[in-house]
């Protein structure tokens, strides 16, 4: 199955300072990812949809300002967390699929921001 | 709201038994997908099943859908230990997003 990389795994970083996930597909052409966060024991929410070549479209009450993304080419887009605050501090999911079929997720990064 | 809210519920099962747990979903589907999420981990497909279709099977793995329910199952037959997991039914949204209920946390207890 196609694979989604995503990069780091885990990252600490200090209130103030701003934090980059990077999500890959490696095997295939994306023109649209997603990123997601879930709250512990939670479901995954959706954030945003990362279009290719183009701004990102986000899910209502989603701080656009607060959370950056890219997706610069068919293969790679990226979350940056600015300004990192402790309610930051979560675990984000990113994926990526061709249209109606499965989904291909990222194996999630624990940011915690102290 | 998120579509595929599946009832929630937490399972805890002896090794060996069977798992079943239910997920419904508020608007018309082209197909339904479940989900598996080890802790603090990504989320893996399982299986999806497509709106004209009322049962698929994939290894241990059986999933029915009920469209005039708006409902769906996944059961697991003779779960193992490494079955541990949260399970996650989805449905598409516009522009291909997936909308996840609200999950299911399954402990097979060896």
């Known amino acids: 199955g196609a694979v989604v990389s995503q990069h780091p795994s885990r990252v600490i970083c200090k209130s103030g300072t701003s934090v980059k996930i990077e999500c890959r597909s490696l095997d295939f052409q994306a023109t649209t990812m997603f990123w997601y966060r879930q709250f512990p024991k939670k479901s995954l929410m959706l954030m945003a949809t990362?279009?290719?070549?183009?701004?990102?479209?986000?899910e209502q009450g989603v701080e656009k300002d607060k959370f950056l993304i890219n997706h610069a080419s068919l293969t790679l887009s990226t979350l940056t967390v600015t300004s990192a605050h402790p309610e930051d501090s979560s675990f984000y999911i990113c994926s990526a699929s061709r249209l109606n079929t499965e989904a291909f997720f990222g194996q999630g990064t624990r940011l915690t921001v102290v | 709201s998120q579509q595929g809210e599946e009832d929630p519920q937490a399972l805890s099962i002896q090794e060996g038994e069977n798992a079943t747990m239910n997920c419904s979903y508020k608007?018309?589907?082209?197909?339904l997908q479940w989900y598996r999420q080890n802790s603090g981990r990504g989320l893996v497909h399982l299986i999806l099943i497509r709106s004209n279709e009322r049962e698929k099977h994939s290894g241990r793995l059986r999933v029915t859908l009920d469209t005039s329910k708006k409902s769906s199952s996944l059961l697991i037959t003779a779960s193992r230990a490494a079955d541990t997991a949260s399970y996650f039914c989805?449905?598409?949204?516009?522009?291909?997003?997936?909308?996840f209920g609200k999950g299911n946390q399954v402990v097979v207890i060896p």
């Open positions: 990362s279009n290719e070549g183009s701004k990102a479209t986000y």
């Open positions: 989805a449905t598409v949204r516009g522009n291909n997003r997936l909308a």
């Open positions: 608007t018309s589907i082209n197909n």
